[in-house]
């Protein structure tokens, strides 16, 4: 036997809410155990639907049956427990049964056995007072009571998840969120706020909302501009039969309105189950069966579907169209074959069943209220009224001049430039998600130092805000990679003074540099604790243009990966073949590009092509106009591969804004070079070795710049299994080099090679490391002299004085400035790297030139030999 309980479930059950409601059937249940089995269909859904019993002779009129199912104490109208949402209302009904009942209650004074006497003619001027009267008294009983409140609480909620987003539009519309003029469009969005929350409230709690259908429906309509009052009394003189009609018209209106899918957020988009109602038939000419033939009346006169299933016990079927009766095991397929007709919009709402017994399968189980829907709609009411709320903030605070009211940084476009935790920790939504945990260790540990009293700050500058724009983009590693070396310093810099970072976003690319530049001298102006500025680690316009704003306020600069000839000079100079003269402001932690590309050079001839008579080269470069690290890279390959003996055929250009390196790399190819030299950046890299790789150049050898040190790290395993070429490519810092020396190691060192940030981008985090290592040490030696002295916070110029007169051991190698005004490194470590296939495509060196330690020998081989630092740089021995 079919699960009976399922089939009314399943009428009972609202489809989703994108479907349409569908027609509901009365369910005509006759023979000996007609009552039995019509309860047994209903008692599972008692409780957890909109629910109602009505039994045989309970009434003796349709008014009253109607005042069970929708008065103000009605059954249809109860709390369903667990449904999570408020029960249907019937203000039209109880209107209606209002006016009925003032027939019946005569006046004070009036005649109490006659009480119709009272009754005035519609139209006349003491019945409208009187009407008038009472139902304003009607109201005002009805919102008093405890129920009323709640109703009325209910309705504001309602309204005011239509109007506070309205509201929040509102502020748009004026202009609210760019104009920081004045508070009007504000004001104006409350107002609207305000007035509509209260004018829809105002008008649902008195139901006039819906009043309006009153002029529509056929039964005693009500006229056009006819008040309530009037109309009332229209009612309470109306004939029996047509306000008959009319009650059970305005119930079912009533429950349409409960499910109705209002444009406006209304709680009938959550109601996840349709009414039931349970009706008892013994005589055919009682008060119930007239009750159902008004219902099936009102709804073929009107087209009006009522959310609601009937279960009818009667002793046969009503007249009516021809409704075959199956027994009541068939009630599934009597479902089935009803909903076919209701598909075909011409649906037959009965549906007749025979019950000869109750089923033999007992009681079926309590079903609970489907609540999924409900919490789908208090989601979306939530939603709409945090969203708004939340996006106006939003807007409010990007938009803001100065990034939410930071004093060092202000928003630029999409991104905030400056610095953004110099006032207390960085807001939240600056930076790129990446990121976000370092800044908050970060700024804890600034929380710490400024809680000493004692404390240095550093700034370092960086692009926090970065766009990736491609798949193998390093700068976001990079980024993150700086900012784990500066947080691991500061935390492990334990004596005094302690050490507070200072974050300066320059924006993505390095765009928005200059102006980064000018907001950390305006602070470094006000700010004595700060000692100067670190990272700076590319060789992009933006970062020469910070090195100059920089430069002028005479701000320490130790820049880490940077490596461009030229990125640290300024102004102009004496010799018109050059621009600029180096700061004596700038520092760098890394090689020179002209170091770099000369060891490439003799690696090439002297390893690589040691017996090719007259060797070629060619180079791939990335043209773009801001990037001066390719560039100049490009320059010193075909420099040093000349001063080797090795002709450079070509320089195959292309450029990160308009692509083509597929084109450079097939190019290329072409000319059937012995070594390739790729000065690039590293986002195109892997695009490239795929495309000389597919362009069958056979044996190709290719030498990298320093940019691809974490894309052949993160791609060694595919790079190494590439079978026409040789990748190397030169690192700046790599701790694999480390693994082979007898150098004592720094602590850093030693925690990297047990592990410690593994999937850093090696020369990000180690010269980064050591570039605020090198800062601090000095502040740090300069704060304890002063201290000694009874001073007060070092110079600056105390900073630079200590760069310049000390050898430093490093994490990247030994750290020596010499005594010349360029500030790079003298004879500082540089290797070339191999991805190694026997370790999983982990790099190894192949090359390392420059001492790891200021005791350390320099290591001897012949490419290594008198390697100079620079283009001026003594020319080295043979």
Not at 267 to 280: D, V
């Amino acid at each position: 036997m079919a699960d009976l309980r399922s089939v009314v479930e399943g009428l009972i059950r609202r489809p989703a809410f994108w479907r349409a409601d569908p027609p509901l059937p009365t369910v005509f249940v006759t023979g000996p155990a007609a009552l039995d089995a019509a309860e047994m269909l209903a008692k599972p859904f008692v409780g957890s639907v909109p629910y109602a019993h009505v039994k045989e002779g309970a009434h003796q009129s349709i008014q009253a049956l109607v005042e069970e199912l929708a008065g103000e104490q009605g059954e249809l109208g109860k709390p369903v427990g667990g449904s999570l949402l408020p029960p249907p209302r019937f203000p039209l009904a109880q209107f209606v049964l209002w006016a009925r009942k003032q027939r019946y209650l005569p006046p004070p004074g009036g005649d109490p056995d006659d009480p119709e006497s009272w009754l005035p003619a519609p139209g006349t001027h003491t019945g409208y007072r009187m009407f008038k009267e009472r139902l304003k008294e009607w109201q005002r009983s009805s919102r008093d009571t405890d129920r009323g409140r709640r109703t009325s609480a209910d309705f504001l909620a309602r309204a005011a998840t239509t109007w506070v987003p309205v509201g929040t539009l509102a502020v748009w519309w004026f202009n609210g969120p760019a104009d920081l003029v004045g508070l009007a469009p504000w004001v104006l969005g409350l107002v609207v706020a305000a007035l509509g929350t209260t004018g829809q409230a105002f008008f649902s709690i008195r139901g006039t909302l819906f009043t309006g259908w009153l002029r529509k429906q056929p039964y005693e309509r009500r006229k056009r501009f006819d008040r309530p009052a009037p109309y009332a009394l229209r009612l309470a003189n109306a004939d029996d039969e047509e306000i008959k009609r009319l009650l059970v018209h305005a119930l079912m209106r009533d429950l349409r309105e409960a499910y109705k899918k209002w444009i406006i957020p209304w709680p009938s988009w959550g109601r996840g189950q349709y009414a039931l109602l349970l009706i008892e038939v013994a005589d055919p000419a009682g008060i119930n069966a007239e009750f159902l033939q008004l219902l099936e009346e009102t709804t073929k006169k009107t087209g009006m579907l009522p959310p609601m299933v009937v279960l009818a016990a009667v002793p046969s079927v009503p007249p009516g169209p021809p409704t075959e009766s199956e027994e009541l095991d068939e009630l599934a397929k009597a479902v089935g074959r009803w909903r076919a007709a209701a598909r075909l919009r011409v649906p037959d709402l009965r549906i007749g069943v025979h019950a000869t017994a109750v089923p033999a399968a007992g009681e079926y189980p309590q079903v609970l209220p489907r609540r999924k829907r409900a919490l789908g709609y208090w989601t979306a009411i939530g939603l709409l009224l945090v969203l708004p709320f939340a996006l106006v903030f939003w807007v409010q605070r990007d938009r803001a001049a100065h990034c939410g009211g930071l004093e060092w940084a202000e928003r630029i476009g999409t991104e905030c430039v400056g610095v953004v935790n110099a006032i207390g920790d960085t807001p939240d939504g600056l930076l790129v998600d990446d990121v976000k945990e370092l800044v908050k260790k970060i700024d804890a540990n600034n929380a710490y130092a400024i809680g000493s009293g004692r404390y240095v700050s550093v700034v370092v500058f960086g692009e926090y805000s970065i766009t990736k724009t491609e798949a193998n983009d390093t700068r976001l590693a990079a980024a993150v990679s700086e900012l784990e070396a500066v947080e691991e310093q500061q935390r492990t810099a334990s004596t005094t003074p302690r050490l507070r970072v200072l974050i300066a976003n320059a924006g993505d690319n390095f765009l928005h540099g200059r102006r980064a530049a000018q907001l950390v001298t305006e602070l470094a102006a006000r700010d004595p604790h700060v000692m100067g500025v670190i990272g700076l680690p590319r060789s992009v316009e933006g970062v020469s243009q910070a090195i100059e704003e920089l430069h002028l306020a005479k701000i320490p600069m130790v820049s880490s990966t940077a490596t461009a000839d030229r990125l640290g000079y300024v102004g102009d100079s004496a010799d018109a073949k050059q621009s600029g003269q180096p700061s004596p402001y700038y520092f760098q932690v890394g090689p020179t590009n002209f170091r770099e590309a000369t060891l490439g050079a003799r690696f090439a001839r002297k390893m690589l092509l040691p017996h090719v008579a007259k060797p070629v080269a060619v180079i791939v470069r990335d043209a773009s106009t801001t990037d001066q690290y390719t560039t100049n890279l490009a320059d010193d390959f075909v420099t040093a591969l000349k001063a080797q003996g090795i002709t450079v055929k070509e320089l195959k250009d292309y450029s990160v804004e308009s692509g083509g390196i597929q084109e450079a790399a097939v190019g290329a190819c072409g000319l059937k070079p012995d070594v390739f030299l790729y000065a690039g950046r590293a986002s195109e890299f892997l695009g490239f070795l795929s495309s000389v790789e597919g362009s069958g150049c056979k044996e190709a050898k290719v030498i990298a710049g320093d940019d691809v040190v974490k894309a052949m790290s993160d791609h060694g395993g595919e790079i190494g299994q590439l079978k026409q070429m040789e990748v190397y490519y030169l690192a700046l810092a790599p701790r694999a080099v480390w693994k082979e020396s007898s150098t004592k190691q720094t602590a850093f060192i030693s925690s990297l090679l047990a592990g410690a940030h593994a999937k850093s981008s090696d020369d990000n985090l180690i010269l980064t490391f050591d570039a605020a290592n090198l800062l601090y040490q000095a502040a740090s030696t300069a704060y304890r002299a002063g201290a000694q002295e009874g001073g007060d916070l070092p110079s600056r110029g105390d900073i630079l004085y200590r760069l310049t007169r000390r050898v430093w051991n490093g994490s990247s190698g030994k750290i020596d400035f010499g005594a010349a005004d360029l500030h790079t490194p003298v004879g500082k470590a540089v290797s070339i790297m191999k991805v190694d296939v026997e370790r999983a495509g982990r790099p190894k060196p192949v090359v390392r030139c420059g001492s790891l330690d200021a005791t350390e020998a320099p290591p001897k081989n012949t490419v290594c030999d008198g390697l100079p630092d620079t283009a001026d740089s003594p020319p080295a021995t043979k």
